[in-house]
């Protein structure tokens, strides 16, 4: 059942949002949504968007109701409304982004939290991840804190179509999250990607090797994040309890990873300091050995 952001809208629009909202939530006796056919939801949809558009500062509670119908529409079971809520979804963003990008961004981030059906969530995430590189700086931070809680949530999921949608969204979000992220909470975001390695879905695998070369690559520490993402990795491959599928996906994880940080910053190549962390490490290890043996 949608529920829509209180408020006092101006009169555009509101009556396409009124007659919309009774169409999704099915409201008894609602005949005026209730038996509406699929070109007059299209038409209502066109009409919530061109009115949203053009609503004044004061008025822009609409956009908020806008966004959250037009999300919820995208999981109708009728195919061309669910093609005519994302065409309008986009259109609506694309016409506010340059006067409305906070609230936008805020009501698409109010999507993902809910963590709705896939087709939803799917619009939600692309939509997301498309203003995300115009983010303001004051809210960086915060949107890189608030956004690894959702991404775990959406990574537990049993649902390869938003997965898959995970893998581009990583791609656009996580280069510009890295950076803001503490290492003890990198680590942990890690350790729930690395739960879906054994599952056995090339899918899943593949989501998880683009992230952690993502995050290896953009994080300020990456030699540091490298070396332990590799260690962990390994001790996942031999396990001697691995699964064929967990060694398939922790190899899959390997090439990623070995590929990405031999041509990372060539000037100050990431495979080389990860090798001179693990030369350190060993000749700490042998001189403590020989002091002790001494």
């Given at each position: 059942s949608l529920?829509?952001?209180?408020?006092?809208?101006?009169?555009?629009?509101?009556?396409?949002?009124?007659?919309?909202?009774?169409?999704?939530?099915?409201a008894p006796g609602a005949q005026s949504g209730k038996h509406l056919t699929n070109s007059e939801v299209c038409a209502a949809l066109v009409d919530l968007a061109d009115s949203a558009s053009s609503v004044t500062q004061r008025h822009s509670a609409i956009i908020s109701s806008a966004v959250e119908i037009m999300v919820h529409a995208c999981s109708s079971s009728e195919s061309d409304i669910r093609l005519s809520a994302t065409e309008n979804l986009r259109r609506l963003i694309k016409g506010l982004m340059a006067t409305q990008l906070s609230r936008l961004q805020q009501d698409l981030f109010?999507?993902?939290?809910?963590?709705?059906?896939?087709?939803?969530?799917?619009t939600a995430l692309d939509c997301f991840a498309s203003l995300y590189p115009l983010t303001r700086a004051s809210k960086v931070i915060t949107y890189a804190q608030n956004l690894l809680p959702v991404f775990e949530r959406?990574?537990?999921r049993d649902d390869e179509a938003v997965i898959d949608s995970l893998q581009d969204v990583f791609g656009r979000i996580l280069p510009g999250m890295a950076?803001?992220?503490?290492?003890?909470?990198?680590?942990?975001?890690?350790?729930?990607?690395?739960?879906?390695?054994?599952?056995?879905?090339?899918?899943?695998?593949?989501?998880?090797?683009?992230?952690?070369?993502?995050?290896?690559?953009?994080?300020?520490?990456?030699?540091?994040?490298?070396?332990?993402?590799?260690?962990?990795?390994?001790?996942?491959?031999?396990m001697r309890d691995a699964s064929d599928?967990?060694?398939?996906?922790?190899?899959?994880?390997?090439?990623q990873m070995m590929a990405q940080i031999s041509t990372t910053h060539p000037s100050d190549n990431?495979?080389?300091?990860?090798?001179?962390?693990?030369d350190t490490h060993t000749h700490t290890c042998t001189h403590?050995?020989?002091?002790?043996?001494t």
């Open positions: 529920v829509m952001e209180p408020g006092k809208d101006s009169s555009a629009g509101s009556g396409s949002l009124e007659v919309l909202k009774r169409y999704f939530n099915n109010h999507e993902l939290k809910k963590n709705g059906s896939s087709r939803s969530l799917c959406l990574v537990a950076p803001f992220i503490a290492y003890n909470r990198l680590q942990l975001f890690i350790e729930k990607l690395l739960e879906k390695l054994p599952g056995g879905l090339i899918v899943y695998q593949r989501m998880v090797a683009i992230a952690m070369v993502l995050l290896c690559a953009n994080f300020t520490q990456p030699a540091a994040l490298t070396n332990w993402m590799l260690k962990r990795l390994l001790e996942m491959g031999c599928s967990q060694v398939h996906g922790v190899l899959l994880c390997l090439q990431l495979l080389k300091k990860v090798g001179d962390d693990q403590t050995n020989t002091h002790e043996h």
